[in-house]
């Protein structure tokens, strides 16, 4: 069996584990477990991805993110993130706040006769900007339990 995609152009290349985050989630950033922040990924590699901004409205705003976690054991780990922050990127106003796990970004699965495409992923939603050091260790402890 194949699982597919639409192969990535302008946009595609996505399926697997994803999140829309809701509007009023705003002055957000994406960053992967090598340090670095971005406003979009286009299948960047990385062991997790965290999503965090502000969220709120009326003056109730306060700091807020989601991060997705690739396990090790999940074929082509690690996976590559195809996100974004800002709607700009598909040519709408505001922010578009997407995250997927996008293990199909590079090319399709084949999957052998019977075969189920195990995924192991941990979703973190907390409150605050977690920094990459906080990430890092939510990660270890979660690959140490």
Known sequence: MRLDRTPFTTWGGYGGLSLRGPGDLRDTRLLLADGSTHDRAIGEPSAWCDLSGTVGADGADAPAGL???????????????????????????????????????????????????????????????????????????????
Do not use: K, Q
């Open 67 to 145: 991060a997705m976690l690739d396990h090790p054991a999940n074929r082509r780990h690690p996976v590559p993130f195809y996100a974004s922050t800002r709607a700009a990127t598909y040519g709408d106003e505001g922010w578009s706040n997407f995250c997927n796990a996008a293990f199909l970004f590079h090319e399709p699965l084949d999957l052998d006769g019977g075969e189920e495409p195990a995924l192991r992923y941990r979703v973190i939603v907390h409150d605050g900007l977690w920094d990459h050091d906080r990430l890092a260790a939510a990660y270890d402890d979660w690959l140490a339990s």
